[in-house]
């Protein structure tokens, strides 16, 4: 049994559902959850806000915060998470946020990090798990399905 497929077991034997809020993944993430057969059970809605207006918009991300932190920190990425999960109500919420692609190369910014954010909810409040790879964008798909923030849940 992979991880995701672990993970997959998991949320649906614990009636819990998960959500994604990701920027330079383009939905990949997402792609992963419902790969597996029976994903409505734990999935039901995932955010793609690949600009800073998105972000504001769809998530609730406090403009202030892209602006003195900029989109790829901790705090837009948790700001990001809050967002997915109050917009959802489920008990987890995903998300990814980083510089990838050809422009970022050419402009000499790293490829990296992305800000992987875990944020579960309960009565007892939140926990937030903040992990940093170092991949490309064609790269951040296997990785998520291989990512120690798997084993958290």
């Known amino acids: 049994m992979t991880k995701l497929e672990y993970i997959a077991k998991e949320l649906t034997a614990r009636r ?5 809020a990701e920027s330079c993944t383009g939905g990949l ?30 998530l ?5 915060t892209i602006r003195h932190y900029g989109a790829v920190s901790e ?3 948790r700001e990001m998470a809050l ?7 489920n008990d987890y919420a995903l998300s990814i ?15 990296a990090p992305y800000g992987l954010v875990l944020r579960p909810s309960s009565a007892f409040g939140q926990k937030c798990t903040v992990l940093k790879a170092t991949a490309t ?5 296997p990785y998520n399905t291989h990512s120690p923030f798997w084993n958290i849940i």
């Open 97 to 111: 946020t980083g510089v990838a692609g050809p422009m970022a190369a050419r402009k000499n910014r790293p490829l």
């Open 60 to 64: 609730t991300v406090n403009a202030n």
């Open 29 to 58: 993430l997402a792609a992963e959850l419902t790969s597996i057969a029976g994903s409505s059970a734990y999935f039901q809605r995932g955010f793609i806000t690949y600009s800073n207006q998105s972000k504001t918009q769809m």
């Open 137 to 141: 964008k064609f790269a951040i798909k």
């Open 75 to 77: 705090e837009t990425a």
């Open 16 to 20: 819990q559902t998960i959500t994604t």
């Open 83 to 89: 967002g997915a999960l109050v917009a959802t109500r």
